[in-house]
């Protein structure tokens, strides 16, 4: 019986960093559903040819195949002794009931669920800050906040302009944002019933000052 933590936040927010200093930290073991699904599938196991097959028909892997992967690797000895963050999973309330189930079969604890949150304006200034350079030979990429180039607009390595990706846009940003909070906020209802959630706003700071105030929620 071990202690599983759930991370759940909006595109942009840093929970693939925050996520990776906690298990480094803890030693959870880190398990990302989208790692599992292509470790099944890579390892061609019954249920890795299934998602396989369901994926090249452009179908989506349903909640139960999700939940009876995550039942399967929740009960190898690693995580027994060591316990897990669970990444991508849940993302829904019927899949937060799943887990409520899988939790009772396999005798572990749900210690926390961390809801990441932070100022909208933050994570649209992170997720628009992509720039690419045009020339496809060149390929640079950069970021107006983290990695900005010496001239605005311009390709440090190839004097190419830069632009940037549909996917980039402030617009794909707040449809992003809609829909992660569409999703979530459903869930987040279902664990604060539960009394495991523990809320935590990540600021415009460097990962390991979010990651202080993260774990200074979780020992609240
Ligand atoms: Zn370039």
């Known amino acids: 019986m071990a202690d599983i933590y759930v991370f759940i936040g909006p595109p942009g927010v840093g929970k693939g960093t925050l996520g990776e200093m906690f298990c480094e930290e803890t030693k959870a073991v880190h398990v990302s559903t989208g790692d599992l699904l ?16 369901i994926i090249a028909e452009g179908g989506l892997v349903s909640d139960d195949i999700v939940a009876e992967m995550v039942e399967g690797r929740l009960q190898k000895d690693d995580i027994v002794a060591k316990g897990c963050l669970l990444d991508g999973f849940p993302r829904t309330v019927p899949q937060a009931e799943a887990l409520r189930d899988i939790l009772k079969r396999t005798g572990h604890k749900m210690a926390a669920v961390v809801s990441i949150e932070a100022d909208q304006q933050m994570l ?3 997720l628009t800050a992509r720039r690419m350079c045009t020339n496809k030979e060149c390929g640079a990429i950069f970021n107006v906040v983290a990695m900005p180039p010496k001239t605005e607009g311009i390709c440090d390595k190839c004097g190419a302009k830069l632009y940037q990706r549909s996917d980039d846009t402030k617009e794909a940003a707040l449809h992003r944002l809609d829909v992660y909070a569409k999703q979530t906020a459903p869930l987040i209802d279902f664990y604060k019933k539960e009394g495991k959630l523990i809320r935590s706003t990540s600021r415009d700071l460097p990962a390991e000052a979010n990651y202080a105030n993260l774990k200074a929620a979780l020992k609240a």
Do not use: P, S, W, Y
């Open 124 to 126: 649209i200034t992170r």
């Open 38 to 53: 292509r470790q099944e599938m890579a390892a061609g196991t019954e249920l890795g040819n299934k998602v396989k097959g």
